[in-house]
């Protein structure tokens, strides 16, 4: 099987590598297949690891309930909390690291989504998954922002 190491460009956010387990992947793959009818992307929660050499580990993810209506976003925060909590009791090791949605590019949306997670977590991880198969591959990236 394939590496699902990807790395980190740009500025210095202490991140160096993000490790995405398999499962991950198909969640959010999942989550996009399942997606209400006219969803353009779907958003999530990544839970894992950030070790002191600067390796993210991305081992579990949940969906997160949002909508989009011109430029303007709502993320549902009461059920991303509830599912953190319930989640933290079943996995204390795991911590919030970042958030994925599906697309092939950030927009100023992204920026206001990762603007809620970086209220959430220090450094968090945008791992941006083209489930449309856009270039005729399924293309994963990672983005690390500084406040």
């Known amino acids: 099987m394939a590496s699902t190491d990807i790395f980190i460009d740009g500025e210095d956010s202490g991140v ?4 995405v387990a398999p499962v991950v992947l198909f969640n959010v793959l999942d989550h996009f297949i399942r997606r209400t009818e006219g ?3 779907v ?3 990544l839970l894992g ?6 390796t993210v580990f991305v081992s579990d993810s949940f969906p997160l309930p ?3 209506n011109g430029d303007e976003v709502a993320v549902d925060s009461e059920y991303h909390k ?5 989640h933290n009791r079943v996995t204390t090791s795991e911590e ?3 958030w994925y949605a599906t697309g092939t590019e950030p927009d100023i949306k992204s920026v206001i989504i990762h603007e809620f997670y970086g209220r959430e977590c220090v450094n968090p991880v945008h791992l941006l998954v083209d489930a449309k198969l856009s270039n005729g591959r399924f293309d994963i990236k990672a983005c690390v922002s500084r406040p």
Not at 49 to 54: A, D, F, H, I, P
């Open 49 to 54: 690891r950030l070790t002191s050499t600067g």
């Open 43 to 45: 958003i999530g929660t």
């Open 39 to 41: 969803k353009q992307r």
């Open 16 to 19: 160096r590598e993000v490790q």
């Open 66 to 68: 949002h909508s989009e």
């Open 82 to 86: 509830k599912m953190y909590e319930l």
């Open 96 to 98: 919030l690291v970042g």
